[in-house]
């Protein structure tokens, strides 16, 4: 039997460890790949880490990482306008991928079925995403310019939902990585599954 390594049972250091490392992966991802949109803002892929930051790392880490290193990376690109509400939109995205996902795990018990909860908790916070941008447009644009950019992050939430769905089920069966993300059964397993 091998000790499992989960996010609960390490010392304060490495959360803070792990939480400025997804907070450097959400910055350097939303900064790297970016398509200017329509009206204002960008594509681009950053959502993946605020997804993964929260089924990795929980409701507090996780959405410290995805609020302070998106809006990191709105600033390096020069968008400081967005940056206060990319902390809130990012912050909330990632908080209900993660409690979404616990919730549902609760439901669907079988390990070959992981995708599942990940996907409509994904889809969850990124309607989060979508919304909240929106809102905080038609604040600065109007409602009407706002609008043209509701494609731009439909798409971005779509390949970001795919995408981080993608590698948590690559990394779901490399065993040293898989006690990171929650199984199935909770947050305190019993035995190690192979």
């Not at 010392?11 to 949109?37: D, E, I």
């Not at 809102?135 to 939902?161: K, M, T």
């Amino acid at each position: 039997m091998h000790k499992i390594i989960t996010l609960k049972s390490m010392s304060l250091s490495k959360r803070l460890t792990l939480t400025a490392l997804f907070c450097a992966l959400c910055c350097v991802s939303t900064a790297v790949v970016t398509v200017p949109l329509p009206a204002s803002g960008y594509f681009n892929t950053g959502d993946v880490f605020v997804l993964l930051s929260a089924w990795c790392l929980g409701p507090i880490y996780g959405v410290l990482s995805a609020s302070i290193g998106s809006a990191l990376g709105d600033l390096l690109l020069g968008y400081a306008l967005y940056a206060p509400a990319t902390f809130v939109i990012k912050g909330l995205n990632a908080f209900l991928a993660c409690f979404v996902c616990w919730g549902l795990k609760k439901f669907i018990r079988k390990p070959s079925l992981d995708f599942l909860p990940r996907i409509l908790s994904a889809t969850i916070g990124e309607l989060v995403m979508i919304v909240g941008y929106f809102l905080f447009e038609s604040i600065l644009y109007g409602f009407f310019g706002a609008i043209p950019n509701l494609l731009g992050n439909g798409l971005q939430a779509v390949c970001c939902i795919a995408c981080a769905t993608l590698i948590v089920s690559a990394f779901y069966h490399i065993k040293s990585v898989r006690n990171f993300f929650p199984p199935l059964k909770g947050f305190t397993p019993t035995r190690d599954v192979n």
